[in-house]
């Protein structure tokens, strides 16, 4: 069976990350990830369709892994979903598909399931039926005493949900132009004409089953969904140490790790896993790195703490402490620079999205930052906020806000100079040396 | 013998710490030390005199020693020690009765010497007579030729003293009611009505003798005195490590410690006694402690240094520098915080109790704070700044001075942000990277 | 033969350094090394030309290696390299002599090379020509057909250079009155005397013959010379670790060191050579010295890093990044303090010495401080920044350019405080600690 693959959005919630599609997690871009579980759940050939930003790059997509991997752009990005899955018409015609998109992280069996369910039953339709075991703002599955899906309620209010299964898009279409007749007949003022033609189909009596899924699900739609999706890629990989890594005797090593080429682990450090280091880095002597993502070609600075965070490549730290962070990549920061990753009451953590404050549902969370930013020495960043890419921060700062790209930001200095007269060459401490022991 | 412990006082000159009696110290308040003290000096019924507030606590003291403690309370806490004495009136009657302070701290000796001599002579009364080494601002016993006290000298010029015996109220009267009667007699304006009585005793040919004592003594009236009781405590009480603790093979741990039950010790740390670390609490990776009381519960983390400190119940730390500091229960340090506990030249720090600058005698001296306290990253404390309780403190500030209770503490962040216009995506750190090793 | 040593500089573009004859290098003063040099290059008789002062300590130099150490006086320090040669007038009479200036830094072989030359050939005097393998702005030695120096021409343009060899001074006169008596005639408007002189001389026919050397030449004019003129003297010691130095089981030591009497390394600390310690100076817990020079009677405090640095005696840091910098005697920083060494563009760093900008052909550079200086918590000084001696810098602050001796540095504080109304003692982090492992 083919797969739809979704993949052109522009990624704004993500920003300063620029695709989620090609962020490395484990040293390998997501989609590559995606591709690989649906290899791995018997699925090898996939049209994704892409945005004229991404396009060029899933062109080179899955070629490791001996996919066959087709690309489709889809032109006018405001279409949404509807429009992204009308591009790939003329590539599928009437043969069944699994429609996925890159925004969601689930376990190989979230597509098994609708397949053994497709193959099984007769239905023209299976919807993933994610089984939710709290409140969650989606589009509930409403199920008939035949089994069928009866409708698709969105957004229910709190306590009259018709069901605990939420409509997740891994979707089997029997016949895909089908799908495509009632996308091309869909009207909406908003956003939703996928959903509109699947509650046409409905109604016009297409069968339509959904799939329980209790597993694994992470939309990756902010940057605060990154460590999350990091700890399921994780716990799915295989763990290994290079034997080409250089590890101190007096380093620890704890917990799952998988450790890339050439890495240097010094003197006092401690790698408390689960933790991904990319080939080529130094975890430098005292420092810890724990629960975090590491790129490639990164120095962990002496005496560093990085801890539940994302670090791209070629990101050098020094005497800091990142705390739930994510780091983009060619990203440098000076000694005694601090991540504040806790508000002082320790409430919900609200980060700027598009000038709109957004709550992150998280109250531990660091910073944000793009690529290409240099820190200097002694700032402090306050939780949630993001800095542009091609930055520089100055020193000593208190860093409240989010820095737009391409920003210098310095802060201003007062100092009162006057003489002394204290003599300083008289002061002698060797009473407190003699109490070091 | 019964002592009658005065306990009364309000821990005025102690704030932002409430009371003195029940401040934790090797994870028991101090009342419960000085009663053991008694009882090891065989006193085991003791009337604590407290006030309204906290003479319900005081009711529940002792139980586990197996003492005969009964409390009554000071109504008018205005009348000193002489209203202190009065309020246990009817509560010893004609008995003999040993007096002493909840405000002093001092070896068993003391109790044993007082009580040896009232057993062994005749006279009325025996004061415990601190022997002295240099001048102290207190009261003096003069001793005349046939042994008896002929006079109390309060604060005599220096060089004037008439012995080096300083009056400590560890005082055996051998007829408490005739200690009642004169109190009831005594007349000044001033809060020194007990010591007038007493002058009007002996005037009156009532035989004192002075007790000489050349043991520890610590007033603890101000917070600085707390890591000196601290030490004092310390080096009396059995040095245990509790076989739950679990300790790295990476960590280190030396000189004397008291290690309560399931405290971790992680990978790096050091301990370096005298170290007293109370239950469930981390030292955490590369953290160093040393000559501290860290309360139950805390989180010592990731390279902070506490170094002769004092530490209440659920303290987290985080990459700080707590030097010679008295911190309450509940209080958390964002990272890269740190307290000044020296002048820049070295001399006398003063702090400032009651709005009034008071020299500590001290040239190391941190912070004093109060419980339930939020402090934010990159933060700079003044050597003897006071924090009240209930209070949130931002990022990246000095702080000079006092911050008073319940209070939210910010400074100004003006950041200038123009342009930037270099590269960064050019700049590469190859070159640096090759000469670590 | 005897040595004029050229001393009476008064190292102007060293300040906040005081006299770089006196800085000491692995504990002993350059001069030092300098003499030493000499001997071993068998030249043990040496008049130093001093000024007023530093003519006393000359003195003293040279005793402990038995050398013929004489010292005459340059009265008048304007008269540059002339005045302080003819100042030896009387001194040397018509005899050979070996001129050196103790501002630059050679091999042993430097001296060995114009010596052989000197009693193999016949010339009237011998110039080392230091061969450079990219332009230097300074005097390139011209050579004829028949091997004698034609011409010295000063800063010729880049491409115009008449040879690979630049005069570097270590000349030697087969008949010093000869020197004088051209010095004596020499006329020139700026300061160039010496050099005028040996041009005349050139004219006139005396013979003179280059000595190519290639080997390490280091001039010490400007504090970013310190280090690497450390790392040549380091080479070139004998690498010793005193039996009295106590290097606790759980630090590293590794790399080329030489370590001092009563040196301490404590727990956790690493020194990775090229690094020199100093008597009784205490590498405390978990810090790390790397490439640098400390002296003696220093504490390198917890979970510090210097690297690539020059510390004087009694320097006292902590929890501190000290990176490529060079640090007076007397000095200490509090905790959280940092040196910024790097540009965020990572661009050359420029240097104001004298009042005017100074390229120092470094990306990496730290800070220049004089002696007696006490510098408070969680400061950040900016690379390249001198800080004068006799100075306290605050807390908290920023320090972007040159401090003058004998300064009192604070900054502006601005506290908002407001009434905090969460009520904090509710705050748990019992389900953070559970975490911790």
Known sequence: MKVLLLGAGRSK???????????????????EHQLELLKNAGLDEVVIVGGKHNLEKFVLCGKDLGMDVSVVEQKDLDTGMCGA????????????????SSNDVVEKSAFESVLEAFEKGDA?????????????PGGYLEISDDGFIKNIIEKPE??????????????VHRDFSKLVSYLEQAKSDSDDLYEVALGNMIKDGVKMKAVKYDGFWQPIKFPWHVNKVFKFLFDNAKKTISKSAQISKNAVVKGDVIIG??????????????VYIGDDSVIATNALVRESNIG???????????????LGDNVWTHSNYIGDSVI??????????????LRLDEGEISSITDDEKTPTGENKLGIITGDNIRVGINNSFMPGVKIGSDSF????????????????????????????NVDISKMSRDEMKKKIK
Chains 1, 2, 3 share one sequence.
Not at 92 to 99: A, D, F, K, R, Y
Not at 124 to 136: A, I, M, P, T
Not at 296 to 309: P, Y
């Open 13 to 31: 919630r993500m920003k300063p990350i620029t695709d989620k599609n090609f962020l490395n997690f484990l040293g390998k871009p997501l989609i």
């Open 85 to 100: 899955v009308l591009a790939a018409k003329n590539k599928i015609g009437s043969e069944p598909v699994l429609i996925f």
């Open 124 to 136: 023209e339709g299976y919807l993933l039926g994610k089984v939710v075991h709290e409140y969650f």
């Open 158 to 171: 709190k306590g009259k949900e018709p069901s605990n299964l939420v409509n997740l898009v891994v979707h």
């Open 261 to 274: 080429e050439n890495v240097k682990i010094l003197e006092g450090a401690v790698v408390n896993g689960p």
């Open 296 to 310: 490639k070609n990164c120095v962990i600075g002496f005496s560093t703490e990085v801890a539940r965070s994302f």
């Open 328 to 341: 983009g990549n060619n990203v440098s920061f000076g000694a005694g620079t601090a991540t504040g990753n």
């Open 393 to 420: 921060i100055g020193a000593g700062l208190v860093i409240p806000e989010n820095i737009p790209e391409k920003s210098f930001v310095r802060g201003e200095v007062t100092l009162k100079i006057s003489e002394n």
